[in-house]
């Protein structure tokens, strides 16, 4: 379905606006999605309505935020599918969704010499974590290779697999080649050697439906903020009983059962990962940034996306001297580029003049960068809020830029 986009910016206050005097084109939805305006008043209301803190009072008011928060987290599991609310632990973000699963799986589950297997394409958010683990445990990790077109193969990651690998983590869809990874198979390949398996879906989640049940992946890590929801929330989905297995990441209030000076028990799921006061505005916000996407509908929006992906890929490669890194059949709306001869902060700084946000800079993936043999890119993302009459100023924009150069 062709989607009303005049009606739709109108949803999104922020996209009305002028930079340097000229309206503002954002192409920086892989960074941070712009919000709607039922998740900006979301926020309001439950701060003007029903703030308290939640799980512990008694009163009115932590009652209804911690109704607020709980079903936020029903809203979560519906999304993605998950079989029970006791699976979705709410966290800050991927990152420290990532963080948690590096922590407590490597602590429990691993000891030196064992494995983790990743790919050439991950986010730092999907490598550091695992390297500091390296140091305290001395696991060792395998990278997978990325072809010419930025894809992974099956049998490269089969190779890897080894009775030491003890889990594989991927992202489901690169930042910045966009590629969209086959996770239905690697997690097929992985369990047929009973290896675990965690998807990183910051990139996918807002684009493509996904139902953990019927991948069957045992962990997946999305973040609020590039799915329309607000910053400091992120979801750590984990099949129960692969959560039961590990111990808490942080500890504090609200994780635990029983706390003497002597010995602590710990809370059941999902409150034994959330010490401390979790983000219940931010969850509750988040919970009115699904029903949104519900409401335009994640086919719509996917169909929306992959029409200015086309639109954009075909403008830009008639531009000459013009490199796209990153040419997946299966793509999510991300195009990371380089024209030739011109350094790619000089680009955005231009363009950011012509009222264009885009990303320059190595993206958070400088291992990335360094198997593509370059710094830095120029990295425009789309959202189904864009236009392809936004995309025609980026090319005018860049075609001005080239004369310049
Ligand atoms: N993984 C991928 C693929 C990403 O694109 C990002 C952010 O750009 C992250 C992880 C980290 O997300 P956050 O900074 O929200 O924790």
Redesign the pocket.
Known sequence: MFLDTETIRADFPILSQKVYGKPLVYFDN??TTQKPLSVIRKIEEVYSTINANIHRGVHRLSQLATESHEEARKTVQRYIHASSSNEIIFTR???ESINLIASSFCRSQCKAGDEIIITEME?H??IVPWQIQQDITGIAFKVVPITETGEIRLEDLEKLISPKTKLIAL?HAS?VLGTINPIADVVRLAHSQDVPVLI?A??SVQHIPIDVQALDCDFLVF?S??MYGPTGV?ILYGKENRLEQLPPYQGGGEMIANVTFEKTTYNELPFKFEAGTPDYVGSTALGEAIRYIEKIGLENIYFQEEKLLQYATERLLQIDGLRIFGTSKQKGPVISFLVKGIHPYDMGMLLDHLGIAVRTGHH?AQPLMNVLGIESAVRASFAFYNTEAEIDILIAGIERIVKMF
Do not use: R, V
Request: charged share 10%.
């Open positions: 892989a960074a973000g991927t990152t986010h958010a999907n992202t930042n990183d910051a990139q973040s903020h590039k992120g958070c």
